[in-house]
Protein backbone atom coordinates (compact mmCIF):
# COMPACT_ATOMS: atom_id res chain seq x y z
CA UNK A 1 0.00 0.00 0.00
CA UNK A 2 2.73 2.79 0.71
CA UNK A 3 4.51 1.82 -2.45
CA UNK A 4 1.64 2.02 -4.47
CA UNK A 5 0.91 5.46 -2.57
CA UNK A 6 4.48 6.93 -3.57
CA UNK A 7 4.04 5.23 -6.96
CA UNK A 8 1.05 7.97 -7.35
CA UNK A 9 2.69 10.47 -6.20
CA UNK A 10 5.57 9.80 -8.27
CA UNK A 11 3.24 10.05 -11.23
CA UNK A 12 1.83 13.45 -10.28
CA UNK A 13 5.01 14.73 -9.49
CA UNK A 14 6.24 14.19 -13.12
CA UNK A 15 3.20 15.91 -14.14
CA UNK A 16 4.42 18.66 -12.68
CA UNK A 17 7.43 18.41 -14.36
CA UNK A 18 6.07 18.19 -17.81
CA UNK A 19 3.44 21.15 -16.91
CA UNK A 20 6.66 23.27 -16.38
CA UNK A 21 8.93 22.31 -19.05
CA UNK A 22 5.87 24.08 -21.62
CA UNK A 23 6.07 26.74 -19.49
CA UNK A 24 10.00 27.48 -19.84
CA UNK A 25 11.33 25.24 -22.27
CA UNK A 26 15.12 25.88 -21.64
CA UNK A 27 18.36 25.52 -20.32
CA UNK A 28 18.88 27.65 -17.48
CA UNK A 29 22.65 27.73 -17.41
CA UNK A 30 23.41 27.61 -20.93
CA UNK A 31 21.30 30.02 -22.51
CA UNK A 32 20.60 32.56 -20.15
CA UNK A 33 19.22 36.15 -21.36
CA UNK A 34 19.88 39.42 -20.03
CA UNK A 35 17.20 39.43 -17.41
CA UNK A 36 18.01 35.82 -16.51
CA UNK A 37 18.00 36.25 -12.55
CA UNK A 38 14.26 36.13 -13.12
CA UNK A 39 11.26 33.05 -12.99
CA UNK A 40 8.63 33.82 -15.63
CA UNK A 41 5.11 34.21 -14.35
CA UNK A 42 3.78 30.69 -13.20
CA UNK A 43 6.64 28.64 -12.83
CA UNK A 44 6.17 27.45 -9.42
CA UNK A 45 2.24 27.10 -9.40
CA UNK A 46 2.05 23.69 -9.11
CA UNK A 47 4.89 22.71 -6.77
CA UNK A 48 6.37 25.66 -5.23
CA UNK A 49 3.68 28.36 -4.35
CA UNK A 50 2.28 28.57 -1.38
CA UNK A 51 -1.11 27.01 -1.98
CA UNK A 52 0.99 24.13 -4.31
CA UNK A 53 -1.56 21.07 -4.03
CA UNK A 54 0.98 18.67 -3.65
CA UNK A 55 2.88 20.98 -0.89
CA UNK A 56 -0.28 20.87 1.23
CA UNK A 57 -0.60 16.69 0.58
CA UNK A 58 2.83 16.64 1.99
CA UNK A 59 2.59 18.44 4.68
CA UNK A 60 -0.74 17.37 6.18
CA UNK A 61 1.15 14.01 5.72
CA UNK A 62 4.08 14.77 7.64
CA UNK A 63 3.06 18.08 10.03
CA UNK A 64 5.60 18.06 13.29
CA UNK A 65 4.98 21.72 15.03
CA UNK A 66 7.30 22.67 17.99
CA UNK A 67 8.61 26.07 19.32
CA UNK A 68 12.23 27.46 17.66
CA UNK A 69 14.45 28.35 19.87
CA UNK A 70 18.26 28.96 18.39
CA UNK A 71 21.01 27.42 20.32
CA UNK A 72 24.59 29.68 19.37
CA UNK A 73 27.63 27.11 19.69
CA UNK A 74 30.42 29.80 20.86
CA UNK A 75 34.16 28.69 19.22
CA UNK A 76 37.30 30.73 19.75
CA UNK A 77 40.77 29.90 18.47
CA UNK A 78 41.78 29.22 21.80
CA UNK A 79 38.40 27.49 22.52
CA UNK A 80 38.30 25.70 19.07
CA UNK A 81 36.76 22.43 20.00
CA UNK A 82 34.74 22.23 22.88
CA UNK A 83 31.59 25.09 22.49
CA UNK A 84 29.85 26.84 24.78
CA UNK A 85 26.10 26.01 24.27
CA UNK A 86 24.06 29.80 24.51
CA UNK A 87 20.72 30.36 24.29
CA UNK A 88 18.86 33.65 24.61
CA UNK A 89 16.94 32.21 27.76
CA UNK A 90 20.67 31.79 29.25
CA UNK A 91 22.61 34.73 28.35
CA UNK A 92 22.71 36.10 31.54
CA UNK A 93 24.19 33.10 32.78
CA UNK A 94 27.02 32.86 30.40
CA UNK A 95 30.34 33.23 31.66
CA UNK A 96 31.92 34.34 28.14
CA UNK A 97 35.31 34.28 29.57
CA UNK A 98 35.31 30.65 30.29
CA UNK A 99 34.77 30.57 25.50
CA UNK A 100 37.52 33.04 25.15
CA UNK A 101 34.90 35.60 23.63
CA UNK A 102 36.99 38.74 22.53
CA UNK A 103 34.36 41.68 21.42
CA UNK A 104 36.95 43.26 19.95
CA UNK A 105 37.58 40.99 16.78
CA UNK A 106 34.93 39.75 14.04
CA UNK A 107 32.26 37.81 14.97
CA UNK A 108 30.66 35.63 12.74
CA UNK A 109 27.37 33.70 12.82
CA UNK A 110 26.81 31.23 10.87
CA UNK A 111 23.31 29.91 9.66
CA UNK A 112 22.34 26.27 8.13
CA UNK A 113 20.10 25.58 5.97
CA UNK A 114 17.11 22.84 6.27
CA UNK A 115 17.68 19.90 8.36
CA UNK A 116 21.28 20.89 8.07
CA UNK A 117 21.98 22.31 11.81
CA UNK A 118 24.50 19.35 12.14
CA UNK A 119 25.91 19.23 9.29
CA UNK A 120 29.85 18.36 8.76
CA UNK A 121 30.49 21.77 6.82
CA UNK A 122 29.35 24.38 9.41
CA UNK A 123 32.46 23.06 11.82
CA UNK A 124 35.07 23.07 8.53
CA UNK A 125 33.73 26.83 8.01
CA UNK A 126 34.44 27.42 11.67
CA UNK A 127 37.69 26.15 11.50
CA UNK A 128 39.00 27.76 8.60
CA UNK A 129 37.76 31.18 10.22
CA UNK A 130 39.51 30.83 13.44
CA UNK A 131 42.65 29.68 10.98
CA UNK A 132 42.46 32.55 8.99
CA UNK A 133 41.99 35.06 11.39
CA UNK A 134 41.56 35.48 15.03
CA UNK A 135 38.03 35.75 15.84
CA UNK A 136 34.25 34.14 17.24
CA UNK A 137 32.51 31.93 15.64
CA UNK A 138 29.20 31.40 16.59
CA UNK A 139 26.76 28.43 15.05
CA UNK A 140 23.43 28.47 14.82
CA UNK A 141 21.25 25.61 15.73
CA UNK A 142 17.79 25.14 15.39
CA UNK A 143 14.92 23.19 13.50
CA UNK A 144 13.31 20.09 14.68
CA UNK A 145 14.54 16.40 13.26
CA UNK A 146 10.67 15.74 11.61
CA UNK A 147 9.36 19.17 10.45
CA UNK A 148 8.49 20.02 7.43
CA UNK A 149 9.60 22.45 4.79
CA UNK A 150 6.84 24.50 5.09
CA UNK A 151 7.26 24.81 8.96
CA UNK A 152 10.84 25.49 8.27
CA UNK A 153 9.69 28.27 6.21
CA UNK A 154 7.83 29.61 8.98
CA UNK A 155 10.66 29.49 11.55
CA UNK A 156 12.83 31.63 9.22
CA UNK A 157 11.77 35.43 10.67
CA UNK A 158 11.94 33.42 13.82
CA UNK A 159 15.81 32.52 14.42
CA UNK A 160 16.54 35.40 11.92
CA UNK A 161 14.93 37.63 15.17
CA UNK A 162 16.70 35.51 17.84
CA UNK A 163 19.93 35.83 16.08
CA UNK A 164 19.00 39.87 16.22
CA UNK A 165 18.36 39.12 20.04
CA UNK A 166 21.28 37.65 21.12
CA UNK A 167 23.56 40.11 18.97
CA UNK A 168 22.14 43.09 20.75
CA UNK A 169 22.72 41.38 24.39
CA UNK A 170 26.26 41.24 22.76
CA UNK A 171 26.30 44.26 22.21
CA UNK A 172 24.76 45.67 25.27
CA UNK A 173 26.56 43.70 27.75
CA UNK A 174 29.90 42.18 26.25
CA UNK A 175 30.62 45.57 24.39
CA UNK A 176 30.11 44.15 20.35
CA UNK A 177 30.83 46.27 17.50
CA UNK A 178 28.21 45.48 14.91
CA UNK A 179 30.45 46.36 11.69
CA UNK A 180 32.71 43.42 13.44
CA UNK A 181 29.67 41.61 12.80
CA UNK A 182 29.28 39.17 9.88
CA UNK A 183 26.41 36.69 9.45
CA UNK A 184 26.89 33.67 7.01
CA UNK A 185 23.38 31.72 5.95
CA UNK A 186 23.23 28.80 3.37
CA UNK A 187 19.92 28.11 1.78
CA UNK A 188 17.08 28.69 4.22
CA UNK A 189 19.45 30.15 6.34
CA UNK A 190 20.63 32.76 4.02
CA UNK A 191 17.00 34.70 4.82
CA UNK A 192 17.54 33.73 8.27
CA UNK A 193 20.32 36.30 8.44
CA UNK A 194 18.60 38.76 6.07
CA UNK A 195 15.72 39.07 8.76
CA UNK A 196 18.53 38.89 11.66
CA UNK A 197 19.81 42.01 9.59
CA UNK A 198 16.45 43.51 8.98
CA UNK A 199 15.30 43.40 13.39
CA UNK A 200 18.91 44.80 13.98
CA UNK A 201 17.94 47.77 11.51
CA UNK A 202 14.78 48.64 13.40
CA UNK A 203 17.49 50.18 16.20
CA UNK A 204 19.19 52.42 13.31
CA UNK A 205 22.21 50.03 13.19
CA UNK A 206 23.39 47.66 10.41
CA UNK A 207 25.24 44.44 10.68
CA UNK A 208 28.12 44.30 8.62
CA UNK A 209 28.05 42.21 6.81
CA UNK A 210 25.61 38.90 5.32
CA UNK A 211 27.19 36.47 3.10
CA UNK A 212 23.73 34.35 1.21
CA UNK A 213 25.05 31.25 -0.21
CA UNK A 214 22.51 29.92 -2.25
CA UNK A 215 19.53 31.51 -0.92
CA UNK A 216 16.35 29.38 -0.66
CA UNK A 217 14.11 29.19 -3.71
CA UNK A 218 11.43 27.41 -2.79
CA UNK A 219 8.64 29.48 -1.07
CA UNK A 220 10.64 32.83 -2.03
CA UNK A 221 10.30 33.05 -6.40
CA UNK A 222 7.51 35.86 -5.48
CA UNK A 223 9.06 37.10 -2.19
CA UNK A 224 8.80 40.83 -1.45
CA UNK A 225 12.56 42.34 0.14
CA UNK A 226 10.77 42.05 3.33
CA UNK A 227 9.67 38.60 3.30
CA UNK A 228 13.57 37.37 2.01
CA UNK A 229 17.43 38.43 2.00
CA UNK A 230 17.62 41.76 1.11
CA UNK A 231 20.50 44.31 -0.28
CA UNK A 232 19.33 46.50 2.43
CA UNK A 233 19.58 43.99 5.45
CA UNK A 234 23.61 45.12 5.90
CA UNK A 235 26.14 47.34 5.19
CA UNK A 236 27.61 44.89 2.78
CA UNK A 237 25.78 41.79 1.19
CA UNK A 238 27.02 39.50 -0.84
CA UNK A 239 25.69 36.11 -2.61
CA UNK A 240 26.98 33.35 -4.08
CA UNK A 241 24.07 31.48 -6.53
CA UNK A 242 25.31 27.52 -7.25
CA UNK A 243 21.92 26.17 -7.54
CA UNK A 244 19.46 28.58 -8.89
CA UNK A 245 16.31 27.75 -10.75
CA UNK A 246 12.88 28.45 -10.88
CA UNK A 247 11.00 25.42 -9.66
CA UNK A 248 12.87 22.38 -7.50
CA UNK A 249 13.00 20.67 -10.37
CA UNK A 250 15.45 23.19 -11.94
CA UNK A 251 17.24 23.82 -8.50
CA UNK A 252 17.08 24.92 -5.11
CA UNK A 253 18.80 28.27 -5.05
CA UNK A 254 16.41 31.60 -5.43
CA UNK A 255 17.64 33.34 -8.53
CA UNK A 256 17.20 35.86 -7.60
CA UNK A 257 20.36 39.18 -7.50
CA UNK A 258 19.64 40.44 -3.76
CA UNK A 259 22.86 41.53 -2.67
CA UNK A 260 25.42 43.98 -3.08
CA UNK A 261 27.87 41.73 -5.15
CA UNK A 262 25.96 38.61 -6.47
CA UNK A 263 28.43 35.79 -7.84
CA UNK A 264 27.12 32.75 -10.40
CA UNK A 265 29.86 30.68 -10.59
CA UNK A 266 29.53 28.69 -13.78
CA UNK A 267 26.36 30.42 -14.42
CA UNK A 268 25.04 29.57 -11.38
CA UNK A 269 22.68 26.95 -11.64
CA UNK A 270 24.62 23.68 -12.40
CA UNK A 271 28.09 23.31 -11.01
CA UNK A 272 31.30 21.38 -12.45
CA UNK A 273 30.67 17.30 -11.48
CA UNK A 274 26.79 17.38 -10.53
CA UNK A 275 24.07 16.24 -11.92
CA UNK A 276 20.71 18.07 -12.68
CA UNK A 277 17.94 17.21 -10.26
CA UNK A 278 15.90 16.07 -12.90
CA UNK A 279 19.23 13.88 -14.18
CA UNK A 280 19.63 12.36 -10.35
CA UNK A 281 15.63 11.67 -10.13
CA UNK A 282 15.92 9.75 -13.52
CA UNK A 283 19.13 7.41 -12.50
CA UNK A 284 18.09 6.66 -8.97
CA UNK A 285 16.16 3.50 -7.79
CA UNK A 286 12.96 3.34 -5.90
CA UNK A 287 13.86 3.63 -2.51
CA UNK A 288 16.20 6.65 -2.75
CA UNK A 289 13.63 8.67 -5.13
CA UNK A 290 10.93 8.18 -1.92
CA UNK A 291 14.12 9.99 -0.67
CA UNK A 292 15.20 12.62 -2.84
CA UNK A 293 10.63 12.99 -3.25
CA UNK A 294 10.58 13.70 0.91
CA UNK A 295 13.60 16.15 0.05
CA UNK A 296 12.20 17.74 -2.51
CA UNK A 297 8.84 18.59 -0.34
CA UNK A 298 10.71 19.04 2.82
CA UNK A 299 9.88 16.13 4.52
CA UNK A 300 12.55 13.85 4.80
CA UNK A 301 13.89 13.46 8.75
CA UNK A 302 17.31 14.50 9.52
CA UNK A 303 19.31 10.54 9.27
CA UNK A 304 18.00 9.94 5.25
CA UNK A 305 19.72 13.66 4.19
CA UNK A 306 23.35 12.06 4.02
CA UNK A 307 22.12 9.87 1.23
CA UNK A 308 21.41 12.57 -1.27
CA UNK A 309 24.44 13.97 -1.60
CA UNK A 310 24.33 13.79 -5.23
CA UNK A 311 21.15 15.48 -5.34
CA UNK A 312 22.36 18.56 -3.32
CA UNK A 313 25.61 18.60 -4.96
CA UNK A 314 25.14 22.00 -6.67
CA UNK A 315 23.21 23.61 -4.11
CA UNK A 316 25.99 22.45 -1.33
CA UNK A 317 28.86 23.81 -3.83
CA UNK A 318 28.29 27.46 -2.75
CA UNK A 319 29.43 26.98 0.99
CA UNK A 320 32.47 24.68 -0.20
CA UNK A 321 33.43 27.38 -2.60
CA UNK A 322 33.19 29.76 0.25
CA UNK A 323 35.05 27.94 2.17
CA UNK A 324 37.69 26.94 -0.12
CA UNK A 325 37.86 31.00 -0.57
CA UNK A 326 38.90 31.29 3.07
CA UNK A 327 41.28 28.09 3.03
CA UNK A 328 43.13 29.21 0.49
CA UNK A 329 44.07 32.78 0.09
CA UNK A 330 46.00 32.37 -3.00
CA UNK A 331 42.38 30.96 -4.78
CA UNK A 332 41.14 34.47 -5.38
CA UNK A 333 37.95 33.11 -7.78
CA UNK A 334 38.53 35.62 -10.28
CA UNK A 335 34.94 36.85 -11.20
CA UNK A 336 34.20 39.30 -14.08
CA UNK A 337 30.98 41.97 -13.52
CA UNK A 338 28.70 41.34 -16.42
CA UNK A 339 25.31 41.01 -17.10
CA UNK A 340 24.56 37.61 -17.85
CA UNK A 341 26.49 34.16 -18.39
CA UNK A 342 25.87 34.19 -21.88
CA UNK A 343 27.37 37.59 -22.32
CA UNK A 344 30.81 36.16 -19.65
CA UNK A 345 31.33 33.00 -21.90
CA UNK A 346 31.67 34.94 -25.03
CA UNK A 347 34.17 36.65 -23.77
CA UNK A 348 31.84 40.11 -23.90
CA UNK A 349 33.13 41.37 -20.31
CA UNK A 350 36.66 40.77 -20.03
CA UNK A 351 37.05 44.47 -19.90
CA UNK A 352 35.15 44.52 -16.86
CA UNK A 353 35.90 45.21 -13.29
CA UNK A 354 37.22 41.72 -11.62
CA UNK A 355 37.06 40.55 -7.90
CA UNK A 356 37.51 37.91 -5.59
CA UNK A 357 34.19 35.77 -5.10
CA UNK A 358 33.97 34.83 -1.35
CA UNK A 359 35.66 35.35 1.89
CA UNK A 360 37.77 38.21 0.57
CA UNK A 361 34.65 39.98 -1.26
CA UNK A 362 34.40 42.61 0.78
CA UNK A 363 37.70 44.51 0.42
CA UNK A 364 36.18 45.27 -2.66
CA UNK A 365 32.91 46.98 -1.40
CA UNK A 366 33.71 50.20 -2.14
CA UNK A 367 32.56 49.52 -5.46
CA UNK A 368 29.26 49.23 -4.15
CA UNK A 369 29.05 52.91 -4.13
CA UNK A 370 28.08 53.02 -7.77
CA UNK A 371 25.24 50.54 -7.43
CA UNK A 372 24.42 46.92 -7.30
CA UNK A 373 26.52 44.55 -9.61
CA UNK A 374 26.51 40.94 -10.81
CA UNK A 375 29.82 38.90 -11.27
CA UNK A 376 30.45 35.65 -13.39
CA UNK A 377 33.36 33.03 -12.90
CA UNK A 378 34.50 29.46 -13.93
CA UNK A 379 35.63 27.00 -11.45
CA UNK A 380 37.07 23.23 -11.41
CA UNK A 381 35.48 20.26 -10.09
CA UNK A 382 37.35 19.80 -7.26
CA UNK A 383 39.61 21.28 -4.74
CA UNK A 384 40.44 23.82 -4.26
CA UNK A 385 38.07 24.71 -7.11
CA UNK A 386 39.73 27.69 -8.96
Request: one cysteine or more.
Amino acid sequence: MEKLLWLILVAVFFAGCDCKRKLNDKNISEDISEDDEKCSEGMSSLLDSSTGYIQRFMDNMFSFKKKVESKFLCFSRKNDHEPCYVTNRNFTAWNSNCCDFDPTVKTVFIIPGFKDSYAPWTRILKDALILREVCNVFIVEYGQPLETYSEALESIPKVGKQVAVFIRKLMKLKGLDLQHVHIIGHSIGAHSAGFAGKETKKKKRFVGRITGLDPAGPGFYDATPDQRLDVTDASFVDVIHSNKGCSRLEGFGSPDAVGHFDFYPNGGALQPGCLKVSEFLGEMDFGLFKSAFKYVFGTLEQSEKKNLTDLLCSHDRSYVLFTASVLNESCKFRSVQCSSWKRYVSNQCDGNEKIAMGYYADRYRYLARDGRKKFYLSTTAHPPYC
